[in-house]
């Protein structure tokens, strides 16, 4: 451990980090700026290929940073696993989704951990960050190392540390997010927080893995519920006819007691629609029921229906048939002035609407095209702009995605109607514009 440590703090460890996602390639940057040598290990070559070229595919990652440091010789990205043989730390970022079933899908885990064990060696830190149910880390890293004949604690550390990424924060990245850290003994634990103290300003231990790995489940889990409540809610006052924007906006005045959430289409992104499933398996296990969670799923999974529904509703007071009417929809992305289409509720309503046979566009000023997971499986093309002609040939305009490169007064003025699922066209007066 001593030698161990020593490397660490005098930055001649060298890092491997695998999955060259939205969590692992911000992270390896950051350890390549700081003068650690770092392998950026990923299997698809088209993403390895790019970053080798200096090119960002994230959001958060400039290509400048990125030319940097492969310059430097500090970042080498790589689809080949042996160079795990020449690593100090490794740092586990794969994605961890859902089968259709909702069942935790663990084999990106599983397999990098398949790759990664014929290299191993004594004096070494594995560190999964992967979103995952309680027990991950102990189960399918710390044991899997066991089985080769080594001591964790003593011959291989082994931590989690849950990933913090929020695409696109102006705010908080990588460096200036709080680090929350758990590891199977106590020296597992000093490892890792000297590692990740190299790179993040504040890094917080806690006493377990399965402590940090249900610290990112609560966090999620937090957004998932209290969404869900406010989808709810937006449906009820609906039918009161009640702004629940305003009821909001009122409620948000509150100095205590009170944090505001906000309806819209569905949830995406790739936590908070996963993680609390994680936990609602997981829990399943010991015969406790998360009643929340799935009460809370249900109503996410189902707003895109009620998005439809909406729709269609809007239509047939102005006589038109959802079957063969021409809709715009307004973003793709899940959230706001990003390319990430992870979950997207929008391709639910997307998808929703092309089964009632409307004709159905998409712009998004950040996104070209998506792949049609249902049938084709062939890329949609997506509008970047469209002139005040195209508009007003639509019968209904759908906003799912907030962007600031969206000129709500424009479209407000050239759209026949308008259905606002975000507030999108806040402040602005029109009698078609219809709100969620």
């Given at each position: 451990m001593n030698a161990l440590m020593e490397k660490i703090k005098t930055k001649k460890a060298v890092i491997g980090v695998v999955g060259m996602g939205y969590v692992g390639l911000p992270l390896a940057v950051e350890f390549a700026k700081k003068g650690f040598t770092v392998y950026g290990i990923d299997l698809l070559e088209e993403k390895i290929n790019m970053l080798k070229k200096g090119k960002s595919y994230i959001i958060d990652v400039k290509d400048s940073e990125v030319r940097e440091c492969i310059k430097k010789g500090n970042f080498i990205?790589?689809?080949?696993?042996?160079?795990?043989?020449?690593?100090?730390?490794?740092?586990?970022?794969?994605?961890?989704?859902?089968?259709?079933?909702?069942?935790?899908?663990?084999?990106?885990?599983?397999s990098s951990m398949n790759s990664i064990r014929k290299y191993l060696h004594k004096d070494m830190l594995v560190v999964l960050e992967s979103t995952t149910y309680p027990g991950t880390t102990r189960e399918l890293i710390a044991d899997e190392i066991e089985k080769e004949g080594y001591k964790v604690g003593k011959d291989i550390f082994v931590a989690f540390s849950p990933e913090r990424v929020d695409p696109g924060n102006p705010k908080y990245n990588t460096k200036n997010t709080p680090k929350v850290i758990g590891g199977i003994t106590k020296?597992?634990?000093?490892?890792?927080?000297?590692?990740?103290?190299?790179?993040?300003?504040?890094?917080?231990?806690?006493?377990?893995?399965?402590?940090?790995?249900?610290?990112k489940l609560l966090e999620n889990t937090f957004r998932a519920v209290n969404i869900?409540?406010?989808?709810?809610?937006?449906?009820?006052?609906?039918?009161m006819g009640i702004d629940m924007w305003n009821v909001i906006d009122a409620a948000s005045t509150k100095p205590f007691g009170f944090m505001p959430f906000y309806p819209g289409p569905g949830i995406g992104g790739h936590c908070i629609p996963l993680d609390p499933m994680y936990l609602s398996w997981k829990a399943k296990m010991y015969d406790f029921y998360n009643r929340f969670i799935e009460l809370s799923s249900d109503v996410n999974t189902n707003m895109p229906r009620f998005v439809v529904g909406k729709v269609a509703e809007i239509l047939n007071k102005r006589?038109?048939?959802?079957?063969?009417?021409?809709?715009?929809?307004?973003?793709?992305?899940y959230k706001k002035d990003i390319d990430d289409l992870r979950e997207s509720p929008s391709f639910?309503?997307?998808?929703?609407?092309?089964?009632?046979?409307?004709?159905v566009s998409v712009i998004d000023p950040m996104v070209n095209y998506f792949i049609d997971e249902r049938g084709t499986?062939?890329?949609?093309?997506?509008?970047?702009?469209?002139?005040?002609?195209?508009?007003?040939?639509?019968?209904?305009?759908?906003?799912l995605t907030n962007h600031t490169k969206f000129d709500y007064k424009w479209y407000?003025?050239?759209?026949?109607?308008?259905?606002?699922?975000?507030?999108?066209?806040?402040?602005?007066?029109?009698?078609?514009?219809?709100?969620?």
């Open positions: 990205p790589t689809t080949d696993y042996s160079v795990a043989k020449k690593t100090d730390c490794i740092s586990i970022a794969v994605p961890t989704p859902l089968q259709k079933s909702k069942d935790p899908d663990i084999s990106y885990i599983t020296k597992d634990t000093d490892l890792s927080l000297a590692l990740y103290g190299q790179v993040i300003e504040k890094v917080i231990p806690v006493n377990t893995p399965e402590e940090a790995e249900m610290v869900g409540l406010v989808n709810e809610l937006a449906i009820m006052c609906h039918r006589k038109i048939a959802i079957n063969g009417s021409k809709i715009l929809l307004m973003g793709m992305a639910e309503v997307y998808h929703l609407l092309k089964e009632d046979k409307a004709n499986h062939k890329k949609v093309r997506v509008l970047n702009t469209i002139s005040e002609k195209e508009l007003e040939s639509y019968d209904c305009v759908i906003l407000a003025k050239h759209s026949k109607v308008i259905f606002d699922t975000r507030n999108g066209f806040k402040g602005i007066s029109s009698k078609n514009i219809i709100k969620l």
